[in-house]
């Protein structure tokens, strides 16, 4: 991978694949982990800010995870931001801390989990594509000014293909392990 084009398609699909896990993570288990409250956002200091770079989230056991303010006037609107964030979560205040019990999912409540799981890959598939498309019209548009060789063409072309068959299938990995942990009981 020589070519500045086949370059920047690979690290634009790798960025799609953190964007990917990231969106992942966001997604509830049945289980507590800290990184389901990443889309978290706190009125604090008169701005908004991610739940995490104001406390420090932690999962004490698979039901509870347990979220200390680093500054004790936040709890309560730790608490809200919490509330109003749209995870189906009920915090509890607990003197400096807040208490957030994670519900067991109802088998609906899964379905509706693999969709969004499915649409968000969909998404990263999309975005994949279209690093490849840029990819390839920039290929070819030095093959056209005689940049780049016939044959030298022909071949980024098959690597360029081949760099986004390997990041589609690796959506496709991350997908089917996340399902899986997902519907898990």
Do not use: C
């Not at 969709?115 to 594509?129: D, N, P, Q, S």
């Amino acid at each position: 991978m020589d070519s500045p084009a086949l370059k920047e398609a690979s690290a634009q699909m790798d960025r799609n694949i953190e964007a990917i896990q990231r969106e992942f993570s966001g997604v509830r288990t049945g289980k507590a982990s800290p990184a389901l409250l990443d889309v978290v956002q706190v009125e604090a200091y008169e701005s908004r800010m991610p739940l995490n770079q104001t406390a420090t989230i932690s999962a004490p056991d698979p039901h509870m995870l347990v979220v200390q303010p680093w500054d004790a006037n936040l709890v309560a609107a730790v608490a809200k931001a919490i509330q109003s964030a749209d995870l189906g979560l009920n915090p509890s205040v607990d003197g400096n801390l807040v208490r957030v019990s994670i519900p067991p999912l109802t088998e609906e409540r899964r379905r509706e989990m693999v969709k969004l799981l499915h649409k968000y890959a969909e998404e990263g598939r999309v975005a994949v594509r279209h690093a490849r498309h840029k990819a390839k019209a920039d290929i070819e548009q030095n093959v056209k000014d005689g940049e780049l060789g016939e044959d030298e063409g022909h071949r980024e072309l098959e690597a360029l293909q081949k760099l986004t068959d390997e990041h589609i299938t690796r959506i496709d990995e991350l997908l089917k392990h996340r399902e899986t942990e997902v519907m898990e009981v």
